[in-house]
């Protein structure tokens, strides 16, 4: 092999080039951000409580927590054709189900993830390899003591005379709404493949319509409407800001929805993403979270319900029993139908 | 005979470069230009050109060019019953706008010294907030039984029963004319502030009553600006997204609802874009439409040729 000046001249240019990228190559492995979609507001302060933890024991690592509706950023990895910018991200059961057919999330790494083993089976097999249950919420009803003398117990109860006028409803592109719907459709005898008799019960309610899960408890406080389905953690929310807003779970029961954290495709660090789900299904941070004012309800076996949570979450077993579960890979394939039927009928 | 020379010369090569450093012509207006090329036509164009493909998971399909989409949203009579929702919701908002805006604008033309500061000042204070915070301020002055308004007429006994204005059209009205105001008030106040008042002296002069004066000199002269207002209020009020999603309520949509709802809920991407081209193209024949009209109106001040 004969160097000529001009290759001398190259490797020599490159390996000065190598020597001053190096500190940065460096660098960059020791300072690292993991982009988390998190929830809003008060919900997200569990997370900040394991970012906070996480970045104390590695060395560099920022945690950025970014609260959004998991749709806007469905939306947003959808635009940006694979290149996510979040690594990790947390999704209700009809997301999470779109998220695999569309490919934005991917399956789970059992092994890198141990404490995925302690997850109740039953929960567990609703993510269909894809991510960890993490918590779980409840649609239950809430309505404002203010105005509603008898307390409703049931689904039915929504629809007594004198409420006529006074029900809100949240709009079913939602998970919250889909779910409502859904509980609606079996008070009246429907299921998730007969959702007809829900929307009679719809035309019967005559629901004032609510655009987010946080425009319901804001017109919940307005005394605009007396009662609404909602989500458990909302209404306790709510309620620890010392408005009379009470939560109930109505009979025959309170439709259940898992939050299901997945590792979204393309992320820079699946090492990272493992370890924020693995931390997720530790028995701290699951009795954290489930405990006041957050009341997300623990899908790790063994962890207690706190006391304070009796009225947002079951405690009993007889209590877990009675929690509805959807099946939510028949409502997915319908979702746009049922959108675009609600917008026909309420705009 | 010296034109016919010059124009035989071939043309010089540096004069290009002259009106450049000279300045004259479009070309200061290039960097203007290229940025709005940039950053506002080409993502349009996309988006709009998105109302006539396939997309799958984020992508064109090869070869699916389709006018699906768009006869699916023009044969569609949900959207055209938002469309003239829409559409009389922003002709009503300015129209009211209008009516609001004149008088305040007549009266600052009137004014002198620190008063016509201290008015400019609250015309223009509005626009230091957004229109997020004004919608919002709208919902706590409208909003149920615990309303400002509400608590103070339930309280001095006018009505017994709450009002319900929050989450229909009119409070879509009252807030998008609220915050559209100084949208109106601008043009206006710029023409009838620097109007000729010799014509309304003539025209005193000549016999004519105020009233008459107005009518017949004042509003024909601050015509530009009605017509200005006009279209500036119609445009951001037809494809307002904000006011109707916060004062309508979840039952209310307009065009500009159902882009988004297809766009960021629905993810039918072709179909949003399919709404976002009715949308843009019915405010461009619009503002085609009032700027026509308004130089058909304002054509005796042109000098004829």
């Given at each position: 092999m004969t160097l000529s000046r001009r290759h001398f001249l190259g490797t020599g240019a490159a390996l000065g080039a190598a020597s001053f990228a190096m500190p940065g190559l460096v660098r960059a492995q020791s300072s690292r951000e993991l982009i988390v979609v998190s929830f809003a507001g008060q919900l997200q302060e569990p997370h900040r409580w394991l970012a906070d933890q996480m970045e104390a024991e590695i060395p560099g690592l920022t945690v950025r927590l970014v609260p959004s509706e998991s749709q806007d950023i469905v939306a947003q990895i959808k635009a940006a054709q694979g290149f996510s910018p979040y690594d990790v991200m947390p999704n209700g059961e009809p997301p999470h189900l779109i998220a695999q057919t569309e490919g934005y999330i991917v399956p789970l790494d059992a092994a890198a993830v141990p404490n995925a083993a302690n997850v109740e089976p039953t929960f567990m097999a609703l993510a269909n390899g894809f991510g960890v249950p993490t918590s779980y919420s409840l649609i239950g009803i809430a309505y404002n003591e203010a105005l509603v003398e008898t307390p409703p117990t049931s689904w039915e109860d929504m629809f007594a005379p004198e409420l006529r006028g006074m029900v809100g409803f949240p709009r079913a592109s939602s998970n919250l709404g889909l779910g409502a719907l859904v509980a609606l459709a079996r008070t009246r005898g429907g299921s998730e493949s007969d959702l007809e008799p829900g929307w009679a019960a719809l035309e019967e309610l005559q629901p004032v319509i609510g655009r987010s899960p946080s425009q319901l408890i804001q017109m919940l406080e307005r005394e605009e409407i007396a009662m609404a389905p909602i989500w458990n953690n909302d209404a306790a929310g709510a309620a620890g800001k010392g408005l009379p807003i009470r939560f109930i779970m109505p009979d025959p029961g309170p439709i259940v929805v898992l939050s299901m954290t997945s590792q979204i495709e393309g992320t820079q660090h699946p090492d990272l993403v493992h370890d924020w789900m693995n931390r997720l299904l530790s028995p701290e941070y699951q009795a954290r979270a489930a405990d006041a004012p957050y009341f997300f309800g623990p899908t790790v076996t063994g962890v207690p319900v706190p006391d304070a949570a009796a009225e947002y979450t079951p405690t009993t077993p007889e209590a877990l029993a009675r929690l509805q579960t959807v099946d939510w890979s028949v409502i997915a394939p319908q979702r746009g139908e049922i959108v675009d039927r609600f917008d026909r009928t309420y705009s | 005979m010296s034109d016919v020379t010059l124009d035989a010369l071939?043309?010089?090569?540096f004069s290009w470069r002259r009106r450049i450093l000279e300045g004259g012509g479009l070309w200061p207006a290039v960097p203007a230009l290229v940025y709005l090329a940039v950053f506002l036509v080409a993502p349009i164009v996309t988006l709009l050109g998105f109302g006539f493909v396939t997309l799958d998971r984020g992508q064109v399909a090869d070869g699916s060019f389709t006018l699906e989409h768009m006869t699916g949203v023009l044969t569609d009579p949900l959207v055209w019953r938002l469309t003239w929702r829409s559409f009389w919701v922003a002709v009503v908002a300015t129209t009211l706008t209008l009516f609001l805006a004149y008088p305040v604008a007549y009266a600052f033309s009137h004014l002198q010294g620190i008063w016509r500061t201290l008015l400019l000042v609250a015309i223009i204070s509005p626009l230091l907030t957004s229109a997020l915070v004004r919608a919002y301020a709208w919902i706590v002055i409208l909003?149920?039984?615990?309303?400002l308004l509400n608590q103070t007429l339930l309280s001095t006994g006018i009505i017994d029963q709450p009002l319900q204005i929050l989450n229909t059209s009119m409070a879509v009205l009252i807030g998008m004319t609220q915050i559209h105001l100084p949208f109106m008030i601008l043009p206006l106040l710029a023409v009838l502030a620097e109007r000729d008042r010799r014509f309304e002296e003539a025209s005193l002069n000549l016999g004519a009553g105020q009233v008459a004066t107005f009518f017949k000199v004042v509003v024909p002269m601050s015509l530009p600006g009605i017509v200005a207002g006009f279209a500036l209020v119609f445009a951001v009020s037809y494809t307002n997204f904000i006011i109707p999603q916060l004062l309508g309520g979840g039952n209310y949509s307009t065009l500009a609802v159902q882009v988004y709802e297809q766009t960021i809920?629905?993810?039918?991407w072709s179909r949003g874009a399919a709404l976002a081209t009715l949308l843009l193209g019915s405010c461009f024949l619009m503002i085609l439409l009032i700027t026509a009209v308004g130089a058909h109106l304002t054509r005796w001040s042109e000098v004829p040729k």
């Open positions: - | 071939p043309p010089r090569r909003g149920g039984r615990r309303g809920v629905v993810l039918d």
